[in-house]
């Protein structure tokens, strides 16, 4: 999957679950099961115990699935990450080495960012999309709405604290996806292998996402005349 088809695919989902998960064995286990619910993408976060071998797994055996690589922190990871095959590659902060790496290499980039100097610092350097985080800590959907109504032209993903009563607000503030960790994958039902659990909880969220979307109403045009030019106000 090359980086535009990445990307169409994260904006037509709208949410990549993020796996923090105490082994590759438990992240596949979770990779498997929210893609099962409909959601075809998920970051391995490099905290998980042979993460880069398990990207190479999925990359290999699940084409359609969107694997990315998560806690992405330096320039010789995100090569070893892009070798195993991920498809994008993302962090909790702003490293704008790895941003221009991943530019210059044609894998998507989402990098972590919080303030309006961080967001816009990382757009110009090549992001694909921009993940504010931690969204819950700085005022949540009020501040991701803030930062769209300033930054239109920047897609942002909204992550950090996100669930279930706050995944729609998120998106209605103009989010272009959300992340999501333990409240999508929950560690007790990795520890129960309850498959079924993990697809219930991504379904739902799918369908916060979609209610979210179709409320949202397309901009109307605006017929625009011809404009006056100050000797002509002036008289009047």
């Not at 969204?135 to 604290?161: N, S």
């Not at 369908?207 to 106000?233: L, N, T, W, Y």
Request: charged fraction near 20%; hydrophobic fraction near 45%.
């Amino acid at each position: 999957m090359n980086k535009s088809e990445t990307c169409a695919r994260i904006q037509e989902v709208g949410i990549i679950p993020a796996v923090r998960v105490s082994s590759a064995e438990e992240a596949h286990f979770a990779a498997e099961a929210v893609c099962s619910g409909g959601i075809p993408i998920v970051e391995i976060t490099l905290t998980v115990a042979g993460a880069v071998e398990l990207i190479a797994h999925l990359s290999h055996y699940h084409p359609k699935m969107v694997v990315g690589a998560g806690t992405v922190l330096s320039t010789d990871v995100a090569q070893k990450c892009l070798d195993a095959g991920a498809s994008f590659l993302t962090s909790p902060g702003l490293n704008l080495k790895v941003v221009e790496f991943a530019a210059k290499n044609g894998i998507a980039a989402l990098p972590g960012a919080l303030t309006p100097t961080e967001v816009i610092e990382a757009w110009e350097a090549g992001a694909d999309f921009v993940k504010v985080f931690p969204c819950i800590d700085v005022g949540g959907e009020r501040y991701i709405k803030a930062l769209k109504t300033a930054l239109p032209q920047i897609p942002l993903v909204a992550a950090g604290g996100v669930n279930q009563q706050t995944a729609e607000n998120y998106i209605l503030a103009g989010a272009s996806a959300i992340g999501v960790g333990h409240e999508l994958i929950p560690p007790e039902a990795i520890e129960r292998r309850q498959a079924k659990r993990i697809k219930e909880l991504s379904l739902r969220f799918a369908g916060f996402v979609k209610e979210a979307r179709e409320r949202i109403e397309p901009p109307k045009a605006v017929a625009v005349g011809k404009f006056k030019k100050i000797e002509e106000c002036e008289k009047e």
